[in-house]
């Protein structure tokens, strides 16, 4: 079991001038073992925050996270995170990137060799494997960085807006490409995206924040078999509707 | 012909020039060896001190010099700079100390290196350290200091969970670019401070030394035969360097670096 149980946490940050900015309140979540779930909701509702108190790189200011019953305190390699921005090292090749969370875990080379080849091989960049990260173009740079989170063996794969930097065909590939992922490792994924589209392709359930402070305003269950079909009615609609929530929880600001 | 071939056929060219031109000049304007030396006078100078066989003795002290002062200040410049640039109590605590010191030109030690060191090679090796150890310093801890947040975040979820582990794979490895452009710096730097150190009686012996001690006996050929083995040596110094940064070290960087 991967399960993850956000109760009731609050983060506010402190401001230069004394007061805080409160972005999240109350924010109730439980995200099930296996499940592939999308944050979405208007800009600055705090969506990458709360990621980034599930991964323990911030700390909450009300309430708990726990993963499979145990308390987050901090950054830990059983939650793998990919980030937005291009994360690779760049002064280790592709393969001693992927291998560098079983290099801080103590295994030797060969065998963490061996298994940073398996994900590569998994994300299709096997023959990448001695290239330097400045010689990837955008899209195998976040490729490498997902398996370089999955080499870990994670519970649970965080990613914050992972493909929000590439061109929209590449964006879809990738897309596509994760599902098939999702499918083979069977992780639980939390997917912070601005896209409302990509959260109607890829996620079980879209959890919709509200401005801050954010909290959850609406959880709409996706309960299609993959892979979608983005020019269906159905998916037109399910996106309508999100983007109308969004966009009238933004106006009523 | 191709470029390379070009670029290199047009410096040469250009180098010849300048010597017929400073040959004419010595020969027929100035026409006296102590005011401005011939390439002549220069070659012939540089041939009796080879025969000597001091050139290479005093190369090496200069050398064995300049190596004691670079590597005092590597061993407490880029420690320091870490700490400096990781640990924001230390850089409280140092950059008082650090921004005090940091003004003084280094040949303001030379009074105390003798008095500390007497003429010793140490002695001169210590007016190096001080000029290049803020150069590399200063380096070190801006290089930390402009870690991207993203490596060190993507280390510690990847499961760095010390200081020391962060530092070691993550801040040191994105901070070398920088930290090498301040050992090139520091070197410059250390490399001036070598001659003034040996010319201030620091040291009996060195390129430096020889330098002034010629400049005593008025033999100018051989001040400029000296003043040209500095800049040779200087110059090669540096091109080992940026070839073994750009070779070994930054592999990972597309193009020019240091």
């Known amino acids: 079991m991967s399960g993850v149980r956000i109760a009731n946490v609050g983060k506010a940050f402190p401001k230069e001038d004394g007061t805080v900015t409160q972005a999240l309140e109350g924010v109730n979540l439980e995200i099930g073992d296996t499940e592939f779930i999308c944050l979405v909701g208007p800009s600055g509702c705090g969506k990458t925050t709360l990621l980034r108190i599930i991964a323990g790189l911030e700390t909450a200011t009300t309430g708990s996270v726990t993963v499979d019953d145990r308390a987050v305190t901090g950054p830990d390699p059983k939650r793998g995170m990919v980030f937005q921005e291009y994360s690779l090292f760049p002064w280790r090749r592709v393969i001693d990137n992927v291998a560098f969370g079983l290099e801080m875990k103590g295994v030797p080379r060969e065998e963490r060799w061996r298994t940073a080849d398996h994900y590569l091989d998994m994300v299709g960049l096997s023959q990448f494997r001695d290239a330097y990260p400045f010689e990837l173009s955008g899209g195998m740079r976040q490729r490498v960085a997902i398996a370089r989170a999955l080499a870990n063996d994670p519970d649970v794969l965080l990613m914050d807006e992972p493909f929000g930097a590439l061109d929209a065909q590449t964006r879809n590939r990738m897309q596509k490409e994760l599902l098939f992922l999702w499918e083979q490792t069977k992780k639980t994924i939390v997917f912070v995206t601005h896209s409302v589209d990509e959260a109607v392709y890829l996620s079980d359930r879209i959890i919709v924040l509200s401005p801050r402070p954010g909290s959850v305003q609406e959880i709409i269950v996706i309960p299609w078999s993959r892979p979608r079909d983005r020019t269906s009615a159905e998916f037109a609609e399910v996106r309508r509707k999100v983007l109308r929530m969004i966009d009238e929880s933004e106006n009523a600001q | ?258």
């Open chain 2, 1 to 258: 012909m191709n470029l390379q071939t070009q670029k290199r056929l047009l410096g040469v060219a250009a180098l010849a020039a300048v010597a017929i031109i400073w040959q004419i000049i010595a020969e027929y304007v100035v026409g006296r060896s102590f005011i401005l030396p011939s390439v002549t006078d220069v070659a012939s100078a540089f041939a009796s001190l080879l025969g000597s066989g001091t050139l290479l003795a005093d190369t090496m002290v200069s050398l064995e010099h300049f190596g004691i002062g670079m590597l005092a200040a590597l061993l407490l410049g880029v420690p320091i700079g870490i700490l400096m640039g990781w640990f924001r109590v230390a850089d409280f605590l140092l950059d008082p100390i650090i921004e005090i010191l940091r003004p003084i030109p280094p040949l303001a030690w030379i009074p105390f290196a003798i008095i500390w060191f007497g003429l010793t090679t140490q002695a001169a090796g210590f007016v190096i350290f001080a000029g290049a150890f803020f150069p590399i310093l200063t380096a070190t801890y801006s290089g930390f200091r402009d870690v991207p947040r993203v490596f060190v975040e993507a280390g510690k979820v990847l499961g760095c969970d010390s200081s020391f582990e962060l530092i070691r794979y993550v801040a040191l490895p994105a901070a070398v670019p920088a930290i090498a452009s301040g050992i090139r710096i520091a070197m410059g730097v250390g490399w001036m401070c070598l001659v003034a150190a040996e010319m201030f009686g620091v040291s009996s012996y060195g390129l430096g030394y020889q330098l002034w001690h010629n400049y005593y006996l008025h033999q100018m050929p051989n001040v400029v035969v000296y003043m040209l083995i500095l800049g040779l040596t200087g110059l090669i110094i540096d091109r080992i360097f940026r070839n073994y940064v750009d070779k070994q070290l930054l592999r990972w960087r597309a193009g020019e670096v240091a």
